[in-house]
Nanobody
Framework: QVQFVESGGGLVQPGGSLRLSCAASGIIFSIYTMAWYRQAPGKQRELVAAIAPGGRTKKYADSVKGRFTISRDDAKNTVVLQMNSLKPEDTAVYYC??????????????WGQGTLVTVSS
């Protein structure tokens, strides 16, 4: 059974930082491209960042380039999203999932519960 458990969300002021973590189980983690998505209230879920197997190739949404960094630890089956210089528009529930490739942002497995990030003063 594939499972993703996201953690690390919370309330942060604009300009602050958060580090999200996603623990995956039930998959051969190292062979997958992993991605972080987010869904803001009333909006569709969107891909934020993705990282290919091996961790060298990454892709970011234009809205987070230069502020967010995705990384992976294949020994721990974990993908991390470091978020800096947070803005109110980053407020959303953040999810992780495996995708077929950097150019194919279609989630492969059921979603986890996500972790809520709220950026507000």
């Amino acid at each position: 059974q594939v499972q993703f458990v996201e953690s690390g969300g919370g309330l942060v002021q604009p300009g602050g930082s958060l580090r999200l973590s996603c623990a995956a189980s039930g998959i051969i983690f190292s062979i997958y491209t992993m991605a972080w998505y987010r869904q803001a209230p009333g909006k569709q879920r969107e891909l934020v960042a993705a990282i290919a197997p091996g961790g060298r190739t990454k892709k970011y949404a234009d809205s987070v380039k230069g502020r967010f960094t995705i990384s992976r630890d294949d020994a721990k089956n974990t993908v991390v999203l470091q978020m800096n210089s947070l803005k109110p528009e980053d407020t959303a529930v953040y999810y992780c999932n495996a995708i077929p490739g950097l150019g194919v942002p279609a989630a492969l497995h059921p979603w986890g519960q996500g972790t809520l990030v709220t950026v507000s003063s």
